[in-house]
């Protein structure tokens, strides 16, 4: 510990500890020497008188120093703080018993030596200092590595000096008998030395053991009587002490002993087979050698949390070390090899070693991070031997990670690249060149190609396949299909919504496949999408010339913008900025969507003209980031929103323009669009309203529960194809887990979006009434899109860690995710043709929720048509309880809740009393009637018979 100041003195410093020695030094020798002076008078003599009294004085001023420059510089704690201010620490000392007894301690009876000549008992106000005795001790004990050496030198130096006293006692006593003229064989007979011979009697009598001189007279007696009971008491404290001392060094090796005789025990009762009983002993021994308990646990419990991780680190350090995670770099882990060694598992019969892994090592993050589109296990892992693991949980790991993205960036590209390995290894030739899939690339139709020939052939089971491998059901489709496709780089790349709330293929490829399952008139769509490579030139050329058009933008809108926008907001956000950011952030990632859409019997154009699935993937990455150039930490706060395909919208325009990055170049070679204005528009209006909800959030902190982002979601169903279609979106969190839950038997449009933590946002609008919130957190604020036209603005936010995001939208609040649609409503806010001008903008910061919100929203989840794929409701039904959990411990303004209404529905609606606001479920309940649960959850949002969920117009 280091104080700031020089004249604080650290109370557990070695300094302080030095001084307390000398201090013990003087008291001890004050102790011994008052006693040994008067008793043995002839030990103090004229000739030696001088050492005596230098000794003396030097030990008083070793007293007074301790008061004057020592004890009234202590630190000390003052309701846990440390205190070492001058004033406070001499005040501190003054008030203590301890200056009072130090000052009686130094009380000068030594001035009647004028008078009485030096009688050493007059110093005997210098034991009063014993608290100082007693201090050193403590302080020895506490830093000592053997302290119960410590101990048992103390408990010896109690013992000697009570034989001292006896012995001082007992010549004090047999001069006092002769000086009456009693000689007998009690009495000392001033044989040999003293001192020596008064001490042994004495250690005789206090021990009890020896044959000791038999009192001649009733003195004598009454003294004897008096030593010995002084001695077994003192006797038997020390022997207690000593005991205990020893038991206390032992204890641990005792317990463990016990513990294993009793599992022996255990295991020669049971008859267990020797081999195993030997595997167990070994594991005791190995055990106690390891950490020398059994238990490490139970023995840290009793510590603070942060004094627990402290201890920990420091014990393991060497192995911690190691690890990424504690370096600052990047966290990985469910487990950490803390020593021996670990074999990954591989191969058909899961016989091949893929890796072993020793001390530092990590494994089990791909599932934790849900990189291979799930959270199962991609391999076993098995022990070579003993090894001592350290276990990371779920939650803390994502506690450790979530603010730092750069440490899991580095976590994905170690997983990724395992995957990769491992991919490489059990993919079959053939397959392997089709779907390879190398983030920043382009050659993406390959892999679609694979994808739409595994389904031709088998529909439903390549669906599922790709189902898995988003959900990380499967390990051996995950394997089959490059697990890449269900991972994506965390990218800041902002994607870009279409003017209709189409596509927002943002700057990556957007990529559709449309297969038909003929024997269930299923269309099944499977929109990938793969970003580019960041670090291009066109991208950067790209980003130059959005930067650009950006502050075009921004001249336009300005005036509008300075009525609402929040002048801290606009000082630290521009649209350049955001620009920058994405630019930093730039990196490949991938998204796969799957869109499963029913195709009613009576539809002429056949399977797959019925688009009206709507995908809304929305993340949110909020927090402080590291900018990965300067490395200061910034604001951020990334959402992606993704809708359908271009091929849905049919904007190619937009698409060309924006999103497909093969074209990027012809677009950068031209003027902007309108389109593109307005996409950038509400990009940068959606970037504004990020950064300004995380200031808002970093202002008012929002603590949630789980770290995992929430997501936020909705979604619509058109009443007119109510019980036709259904839709299914679903949002994803931080690490992109999500879901999909694939329609394979009911009618109705499901789509997944899976992706990773994208680091983006992209506003979309939507054409028709509106919908979508997404609804949070009791700070949020409002930002509303001018120009929106009648209903309902489009508005998601995703909630993550108290955070939402806004996404601007159409006037009528829009369809989501296909523009030909007419079945969905929507879900992720696209922007519409007025993107530009509805460029909506923080109205105020209230520490209320005040987003263009669907009022009177309700979300209806079906189950129904995805009974045969409960596997993957059931992992939305995760996404739901997780988003639950988030929004309540946020404090929603306003509440809402899940309830069963049947079977077959789960609604969603606000609160009773609620104007308008967002959908914060704080309820979530079952109606005893209903037997489904959110085991076979569907998804599909409903309101009434027209609209599924219904967006308040936004004022701006
Ligand atoms: N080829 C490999 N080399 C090293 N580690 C691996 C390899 N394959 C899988 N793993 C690890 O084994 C873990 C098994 O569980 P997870 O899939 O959660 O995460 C996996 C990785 O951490």
């Known amino acids: 510990m280091k104080f700031p100041r020089k004249h604080a003195i650290d109370p557990q410093g070695r300094l302080y500890l030095l001084w307390l020695f000398l201090v013990t030094c003087c008291y001890t020798y004050n102790a011994w020497s008052i006693f040994l002076r008067a008793a043995f008078s002839h ?57 009072k007894l130090d000052v009686a301690s130094l009380v000068p009876l030594d001035i009647f030596y004028f008078v009485t000549g030096v009688k050493p008992m007059l110093r005997f106000p210098r034991l009063l200092k014993v608290q100082t005795f007693w201090e050193c001790y403590t302080r020895l004990d506490a830093i000592a590595k053997a302290p119960h ?29 002769k000086s009456k003229g009693i000689y007998n064989e009690w009495v000392y007979n001033d044989q040999g030395n003293a001192y020596i011979r008064c001490f042994y009697f004495a250690t005789k009598t206090a021990t009890s053991i020896g044959n000791n001189p038999t009192p001649q007279n009733i003195n004598e007696f009454m003294y004897m009587t008096l030593a010995w009971l002084m001695g077994v008491f003192v006797f038997a404290l020390l022997i207690g002490q000593v005991r205990d001392i020893f038991q206390a060094s032992r204890m641990m090796k005792t317990e463990y002993r016990k513990t294993m005789d009793i599992t022996t025990n255990y295991m020669q009762n049971l008859k267990v087979p020797n081999e195993l009983q030997d595997r167990v002993k070994l594991w005791f021994n190995y055990n106690w050698e390891q950490q020398k308990t059994l238990n490490e646990n139970a023995a840290l419990d009793i510590l603070p949390l942060k004094m627990r991780t402290d201890l920990a680190i420091n014990v393991h350090y060497q192995t911690l070390i190691k690890v990424q995670l504690f370096q600052g770099d990047v966290g990985h882990e469910m487990y950490i090899v803390n020593n021996g060694q670990v074999q990954v598992m591989g191969g058909e ?27 199962r296990r991609t391999a076993d892992v098995r ?18 990670i979530k603010d730092y993205p750069d440490a899991q960036d580095a976590l994905k590209r170690r997983a990724k690249k395992i995957m990769a390995q491992n991919a490489k290894r059990e993919r079959k030739p053939s397959l392997e060149e089709e779907v390879e899939v190398k983030p920043g690339t382009h050659n993406t139709p390959r892999m679609v190609s ?29 394997s089959t299909l490059p697990p890449q496709l269900s991972m994506d780089r965390q990218s800041s790349v902002e994607q870009h919504p279409s003017p209709d709330g189409s596509n927002t293929g943002g700057t990556d490829e957007l990529l559709v496949v449309e297969t038909t399952q003929q ?141 497909s990055s093969s074209e990027l170049g012809a677009t950068e070679e031209s003027q902007p669009s309108s389109a593109t204005m307005s996409a950038l528009q509400q990009q940068m209006w959606q970037k504004r309203a990020s950064l300004f909800q995380a200031k808002s959030s970093l202002e008012e902190p929002i603590v949630t529960e789980n770290t995992a982002s929430p997501y936020q979601k909705v979604a619509s169903e058109n009443k007119n194809e109510a019980g036709k279609g259904e839709n299914f979106s679903n949002p994803t969190s931080q690490q992109g887990r999500i879901v999909s839950p694939p329609p394979n038997h009911g009618r109705g449009d499901v789509s997944v979006l899976t992706s990773k933590p994208a680091r983006k946002s992209s506003p979309s609008a939507s054409q028709k009434a509106g919908d979508v919130s997404v609804p949070t957190s009791q700070q ?62 923080p109205v105020q910061r209230q520490p209320t929720y005040e987003l263009p919100l669907p009022c009177h929203s309700e979300l209806i989840l079906t189950p ?43 609604a969603l609606h606000p609160a009773d009393g609620h104007q308008g606001g967002h959908m914060s479920p704080d309820r979530l309940s079952k109606c005893s009637s209903c037997s489904g649960g959110l085991d076979n959850l569907g998804y599909l949002p409903e309101s009434d018979s027209s609209e599924t969920v219904h967006i308040n117009e936004t004022s701006c």
Request: overall charge neutral; hydrophobic content about 35%; proline content about 3%.
């Open 780 to 841: 949020a604020r409002k930002f509303s899109p001018p120009n929106s036209q009648s209903g309902g603005d489009a508005s998601v936010s995703a909630v993550q860690q108290g955070q939402r995001v806004s996404h601007p939208t159409s006037q009528n609040g829009g369809e989501v995710s296909s523009p030909a649609s007419r079945q969905v409503r929507k879900v992720s806010p696209s922007a519409q043709g007025e993107a530009v001008s509805a460029t909506p903008r």
């Open 383 to 400: 022990s070579r031997g003993f090894s001592n693991l350290f276990i990371l949980s779920k939650n803390d790991l994502q506690e450790a």
């Open 149 to 177: 050496f410590v101990r048992v030198f103390k408990t010896c130096t109690y013992m000697l000096f009570m034989i001292h006293i006896q012995s001082c006692a007992f010549y004090a006593f047999s001069e006092f008998e």
């Open 349 to 375: 019969k899961n016989d091949i070693v893929l890796a072993t892994l020793h001390s530092g090592s990590v494994f089990g993050e791909i599932s934790l991070l849900s990189l291979a589109g799930g959270n």
């Open 864 to 906: 129904k048509s995805l009974m045969s794929l409960d596997r993957e409701a059931s992992v939305l039904s995760r996404s739901l309880s997780m988003q639950d959990r988030a929004v309540s411990t946020s404090s929603s303004l306003m509440s809402a809740s899940f309830d069963f209404e049947d079977e077959s529905n789960i």
């Open 450 to 478: 694979a994808v739409i020939q595994a389904m031709d052939k088998n529909p439903e089971i390549h669906f599922r396949e790709v189902t898995q491998i988003l959900t990380g059901r499967k390990s051996r489709t995950s």
């Open 519 to 659: 024997g269930s008139k299923q269309s099944t769509q499977i929109s990938i999408r793969q970003s580019l490579n960041q670090e291009t030139a066109e991208r950067r050329s790209r980003l130059s010339k959005m930067r650009s058009i950006n502050e075009n933008v921004d001249d336009k809108t300005g005036a509008c913008e300075e009525q609402h926008a929040d002048s801290a907001i606009e000082n630290t956000t521009s649209p350049n900025s955001f620009l920058d950011e994405a630019e930093q952030n730039a990196g490949g990632y991938m998204d796969v969507k799957i869109k499963n859409t029913p195709v009613p019997e009576n539809d002429p154009n056949g399977p797959g003209s019925q688009e009206s699935g709507i995908s809304v993937d929305e993340l949110h990455e909020k927090g402080t980031r590291k900018d990965r150039r300067s490395g200061k930490e910034r604001l951020g706060i990334k959402t992606r929103v993704a809708p359908l395909t271009k091929r849905e919208q049919g904007k190619d325009d937009w698409d060309a323009s924006v999103d």
């Open 43 to 99: 030990h103090q003599t004229a000739g030696n008188l001088k050492y005596w009294l230098t000794f003396d004085y030097l030990s008083d001023l070793v007293y007074l120093l301790d008061i004057l420059l020592i004890k009234m510089h202590i630190v000390y704690l003052d309701e846990g703080i440390f205190i070492d201010d001058r004033k406070m620490m001499m005040k501190n000392y003054l008030g203590k018993i301890d200056f």
